[in-house]
């Protein structure tokens, strides 16, 4: 031991932690995701993600006050639409779910931000995020015909009231189109928050059960990221930017914080960590065993996204979370 070195000098209370630590948590950098169902006073448990509900319009309206109250800057929408068809017609159509929530959430709460994902699993029969060639069963989505679609559900969101759009669909050239199509309407300064790293992953399934939204068939891994490949998300979020992207996105968080660490030092573009629904269940199925602290596992969660490089933090906690910042 050099005996001028002791690092616990500075641990030793719990003032002074306060004073040196290097990453603060607070509720302006959360994000709270809501699904949207047709219908009126609904609200739905998701069996897999206890605490997260599917809810009618006027639920969700009652939810963004809260959520507002609570100091979290924004939401993000998610839409479950009554019919779905192979033209996702419930993505992009003047009524759809996610329109009507957005311009419902706009005129009660304006200043909460709302977001919109922007793609189409929720709305297409077969659950893919695109058009499939007549007849494939293996989910190979045709990219430029599908970004028509995108695009469309991009500026219809804009034109309901979301304040940023979010491309989530993993499509080449999806950024681009939606820059182009929101320029197009009148949308010069609505910002994209791309979901630019976003890997074929497990932890979904949860979401797929809460969004209804898990293919019929064959999987995503043709437009997803593989989880082995760290460069190919550099190559992604070099694509995004120069397509237009504001904000950049990784997603999932936990076993991604590497991808975090290295968009972070790619870019100067706020990053965004998604903490997505498997890592959600995951941690209310152990506190629910009492096996886990659970208050004390989501806030050390999402400190280490932050420390990784979040400037903001999607999260199913958010509620929680910002309540247990202000006790
Ligand atoms: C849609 C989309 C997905 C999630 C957000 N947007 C899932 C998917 O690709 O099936 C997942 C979010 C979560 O798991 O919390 N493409
Ligand atoms: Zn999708």
């Known amino acids: 031991m050099f005996p001028n070195q002791r690092p616990r000098r500075l641990r030793s209370h719990p ?3 306060r004073m040196v630590r290097e990453t603060v948590l607070t509720t302006s950098d959360l994000v709270y995701p809501l699904f949207a169902v047709p219908g009126e006073g609904i609200a739905k448990e998701v069996s897999s993600m206890p605490g997260v509900f599917q809810l009618s319009v006027d639920k969700i309206v009652e939810e963004a006050k809260e959520v507002y109250d609570l100091g979290i800057p924004a939401i ?5 639409p009554a019919d779905k068809d192979a033209d996702a017609t419930g993505a992009w159509h003047d009524h759809g779910i996610v329109q009507k929530a ?3 959430v706009k005129q009660a709460v304006p200043d909460l931000l709302v977001i919109a994902d922007t793609c189409l699993c929720e709305y297409t029969a077969h659950g893919h995020c ?11 989505v045709l990219n430029d015909p599908t970004l028509e679609l995108l695009k469309k559900t991009a500026v219809s969101q804009a034109q309901a009231g979301a304040d940023i759009i979010a491309p989530s669909g993993m499509m080449d050239g999806f950024v681009q189109a939606v820059r182009a199509g929101l320029d197009a309407a009148g949308f010069e300064d609505t910002p994209i928050m791309s979901y630019a790293a976003k890997y074929a992953s497990a932890y979904y399934g949860p979401f797929r059960d809460a969004a209804d939204s898990a293919p019929q068939f064959g999987d995503r891994r043709t437009y997803q990221m593989d989880p082995g490949n760290g460069r190919e998300a550099i190559k992604e ?6 397509e237009g992207a504001d904000m950049l996105m990784v997603k999932p968080a936990l076993a991604y914080m590497d991808i975090i660490w290295r968009v972070k030092e790619a870019t100067n573009l706020p990053v965004a960590a998604y903490n997505v629904s498997g890592e959600y269940a995951m941690v209310k199925a152990a506190a629910l065993n009492g096996w886990i602290d659970e208050q004390r596992v989501v806030m050390e969660t999402l400190t280490g996204f932050k420390r990784a490089g979040a400037d903001m933090i999607l999260t199913y906690h958010a509620k929680a979370a910002a309540r247990w910042l202000s006790a």
Not at 76 to 80: D, P, Q, V
Not at 130 to 140: A, F, I, K
Not at 237 to 242: G, H, P, R, S, W
């Open 76 to 80: 993000i929408l998610f839409g479950i």
């Open 102 to 104: 957005a311009a419902a």
């Open 130 to 140: 695109g058009y499939l060639q007549v007849g494939d069963l293996s989910g190979r």
């Open 237 to 242: 979020i070099e694509l995004d930017i120069a």
């Open 15 to 17: 003032q002074l932690r």
